[in-house]
């Protein structure tokens, strides 16, 4: 498993784009911003979110997950595996 220790920058307008910014690292943002509160609090660390979204990948691409949804399913499942944490 890759572990990723720090985002790319991201490029004026390049939001949701898929070839700027991989799954993987978009998923990441968007789960550290939502979780905030919990960070903030030391009920969750990045570590954490960086480690369900990388196993949650790979749960999809073994599941045989379309690639065209992988995005918002890896997102989805994610955030509910972190919601049990």
Known sequence: ?????????????AEGDWET???????????TEENLPRISTGQLARDDIVDVVEQSWVDLQ???????TL????ERLA?????YT
């Open 71 to 74: 995005p918002e399913l890896l």
């Open 1 to 13: 498993m890759t572990t990723i220790t720090s985002l790319p920058p991201t490029a004026e307008g």
């Open 62 to 68: 073994r599941a045989g997950a379309p690639p065209a």
């Open 21 to 31: 910014i991989g799954p993987q690292e978009e998923a990441i943002r968007r789960l």
């Open 79 to 83: 955030q509910a595996r972190l919601d």
